[in-house]
């Protein structure tokens, strides 16, 4: 039988990443007050928080290949929700860098751990659910920013949100830990496990995802930017292209894996990578508001489900060093999604925001010609 406790514990702990993230976001401008940080020092200390996360992804592969990936995501996800409040009690800038790189160190360990369950699970049904997790994740997301913006709008301390959101957490991820997939007992008399080698098929999966996620890093970043500033809209207007792609990219993950089990996962990505190179393509050449953001939700549509299938063939390379795979093509992705936003910005200083637009364009389209190679079943012999 499939374990569906451990899918709905899987659900859970991405669905609560994504809370425990969002909370810290949307408290953001406040925290930033509160330390008396300004924007360039900001942008610093968010380096700071990805550098910790990545230090974190690295150490979770190893862990994860030597106890299993169930007692990893559920001490990491107990630390982070513990450090959350970090932030919100921090009164300067050391403070505020020294509290995020903890938080980032554990939401590193978690995103590794979370998506090597979700390989455990996903093996043991025998077909494609990866993506469904990434929604929740998103899910969580759009909970937090709900809940975060009526607590700011009531006037709460951002202590005693961020503490509440902290007990929760902890509570959730503890009540969790029973239910996900075990590691397998370790077989007796077996050899020595040496470091796992890098291989043509890892270096090209994290590639891929480094070249995606940095689209959707520009997104994340870029996607209000283009439309105040190159199409002349208002802030409010502009705030609907983030939202469209936001919208579109969790309502796909949710029904991505129907069309991944029916088309499998090279075919998927090849076309819904070239998706995504079109929205974005249409978006740098919108003459009006209305058509960029109906280019940026198709660009969100192309997106949504294909990380996910690289982060599912990397924990299944070579099944006793899943986590190390995963935790290396999680990790080259990660630099992707930083780099991306920080990329476009240097390239406005040469060209215009829309041509700089070409670079994310590109990875769609090296993601759908070499999605074949990347996503193929077995390392050749």
């Given at each position: 039988?499939?374990?569906?406790?451990?899918?709905?514990?899987?659900?859970?702990?991405?669905?609560?990443?994504?809370?425990?993230?969002?909370?810290?976001?949307?408290?953001?401008?406040?925290?930033?007050?509160?330390?008396?940080?300004?924007?360039?020092?900001?942008?610093?200390?968010?380096?700071?928080?990805?550098?910790?996360?990545?230090?974190?992804?690295?150490?979770?592969?190893?862990?994860?290949?030597?106890?299993?990936?169930?007692?990893?995501?559920?001490?990491?996800?107990?630390?982070?929700?513990?450090?959350?409040?970090?932030?919100?009690?921090?009164?300067?800038?050391?403070?505020?860098?020294?509290?995020?790189?903890?938080?980032?160190?554990?939401?590193?360990?978690?995103?590794?751990?979370?998506?090597?369950?979700?390989?455990?699970?996903?093996?043991?049904?025998?077909?494609?659910?990866?993506?469904?997790?990434?929604?929740?994740?998103?899910?969580?997301?759009?909970?937090?920013?709900?809940?975060?913006?009526?607590?700011?709008?009531?006037?709460?301390?951002?202590?005693?949100?961020?503490?509440?959101?902290?007990?929760?957490?902890?509570?959730?991820?503890?009540?969790?830990?029973?239910?996900?997939?075990?590691?397998?007992?370790?077989?007796?008399?077996?050899?020595?496990?040496?470091?796992?080698?890098?291989?043509?098929?890892?270096?090209?999966?994290?590639?891929l995802a480094f070249a995606l996620l940095l689209g959707e890093g520009v997104a994340y970043?870029?996607?209000?930017?283009?439309?105040?500033?190159?199409?002349?809209?208002?802030?409010?207007?502009?705030?609907?292209?983030?939202?469209?792609?936001?919208?579109?990219?969790?309502?796909?993950?949710?029904?991505?894996?129907?069309?991944?089990?029916?088309?499998?996962?090279?075919?998927?990505?090849?076309?819904?990578?070239?998706?995504?190179?079109?929205?974005?393509?249409?978006?740098?050449?919108?003459?009006?508001?209305?058509?960029?953001?109906?280019?940026?939700?198709?660009?969100?549509?192309?997106?949504?489900?294909?990380?996910?299938?690289?982060?599912?063939?990397?924990?299944?390379?070579?099944?006793?060093?899943?986590?190390?795979?995963?935790?290396?093509?999680?990790?080259?992705?990660?630099?992707?999604?930083?780099?991306?936003?920080?990329?476009?910005?240097?390239?406005?200083?040469?060209?215009?925001?829309?041509?700089?637009?070409?670079?994310?364009i590109a990875g769609c389209l090296a993601a759908g010609l070499l999605a074949p190679s990347?996503?193929?079943?077995?390392?050749?012999?």
């Amino acid at each position: 039988m499939p374990p569906t406790r451990a899918r709905l514990a899987t659900f859970a702990v991405f669905a609560l990443n994504g809370f425990l993230l969002g909370m810290w976001i949307v408290n953001i401008p406040t925290i930033k007050d509160r330390t008396g940080v300004d924007q360039a020092g900001l942008g610093l200390i968010l380096l700071v928080l990805g550098a910790a996360a990545w230090v974190g992804m690295q150490l979770a592969g190893r862990a994860i290949d030597r106890w299993g990936s169930r007692p990893v995501v559920t001490v990491a996800a107990s630390a982070l929700a513990l450090t959350l409040p970090g932030p919100a009690f921090a009164t300067s800038g050391l403070q505020l860098v020294l509290v995020l790189a903890v938080v980032g160190f554990f939401n590193g360990i978690v995103d590794v751990a979370q998506n090597a369950q979700a390989v455990v699970v996903e093996r043991a049904y025998g077909r494609p659910i990866m993506a469904a997790f990434h929604a929740f994740f998103s899910l969580g997301g759009l909970l937090a920013s709900v809940l975060g913006g009526g607590l700011i709008a009531l006037d709460v301390d951002v202590r005693v949100s961020l503490s509440v959101a902290a007990v929760v957490g902890l509570l959730v991820a503890i009540s969790l830990r029973t239910s996900f997939v075990a590691a397998p007992a370790p077989v007796e008399d077996a050899e020595p496990r040496v470091r796992a080698p890098w291989t043509s098929r890892v270096l090209l999966l994290g590639l891929l995802a480094f070249a995606l996620l940095l689209g959707e890093g520009v997104a994340y970043d870029w996607s209000t930017v283009h439309l105040r500033d190159s199409l002349g809209s208002s802030e409010t207007v502009a705030a609907f292209a983030y939202g469209a792609f936001s919208i579109t990219m969790t309502i796909v993950r949710l029904f991505a894996d129907r069309v991944v089990a029916a088309w499998g996962p090279a075919v998927y990505v090849g076309r819904a990578a070239l998706l995504g190179a079109a929205g974005l393509l249409g978006a740098a050449l919108a003459p009006n508001a209305a058509i960029a953001i109906a280019a940026w939700a198709v660009f969100g549509i192309g997106l949504a489900g294909c990380v996910p299938q690289f982060f599912s063939a990397a924990g299944n390379v070579d099944e006793s060093a899943s986590g190390t795979y995963l935790a290396r093509v999680t990790s080259m992705g990660y630099l992707g999604l930083l780099a991306g936003p920080s990329v476009i910005g240097l390239l406005t200083h040469w060209v215009s925001l829309t041509t700089a637009f070409a670079v994310p364009i590109a990875g769609c389209l090296a993601a759908g010609l070499l999605a074949p190679s990347a996503l193929r079943a077995k390392e050749p012999a």
